[in-house]
């Protein structure tokens, strides 16, 4: 899924940060679920510039800070543990980059799809919550079994909400395909 062009490529890079920061920082949309997960699936899936995984976390890193400085400076997930955020949204990252090299519009592609956004999610949320859980100090008797409920808890969520931004995104991408297809069969008649 390399056929973007250069003006392409930086629209839909300036629309994943604009959605990215918006629902991210919750100031415009509280009740917006976050989409950076599903944002760093897409970014590996159409961005082929090296330095679009860097400037993104860059993003939501400065962001954190501005929505934690907004609120007083406290923050309850703002630990040491915060690092692992860069390997989770690597893993959703590396996720698209992968699906990408294997997309089609067929049902493989499909089935592509979901395998790769299900796995880049659960890897992204065991990396990130295994990093909170066990380096934030914010838990007494962290242990395996503890640890493991805490991911069949909140898994779901997380999966839930990054696959309903994948599948707006999937969507509204094969709605713009068709859309291209039907104006390029239009522009030249057989």
Known sequence: MNTLTRHQTWLIGGLLLTIMLTTRSHLFLSHIQDASW???????FYIRDKLALPLFMLAAFIVDLLVIESKGGESYCFTTAYSFLAPAYASLWFSGRWFSKHYSENLQGLVYFVASAIVGIAVC???????FYWFSGRFDNVNVTEFTGQITTYMPMFMKTALLY????????????????????THHPS
């Open 38 to 44: 599903a944002i760093f699936f897409l970014v590996g």
């Open 125 to 131: 949320d065991v990396i990130s919550s295994g990093g």
């Open 166 to 185: 994948l599948s707006i995104a999937a969507v509204i991408h094969l709605a713009v395909v068709q859309a291209n297809k039907l104006a390029g069969h």
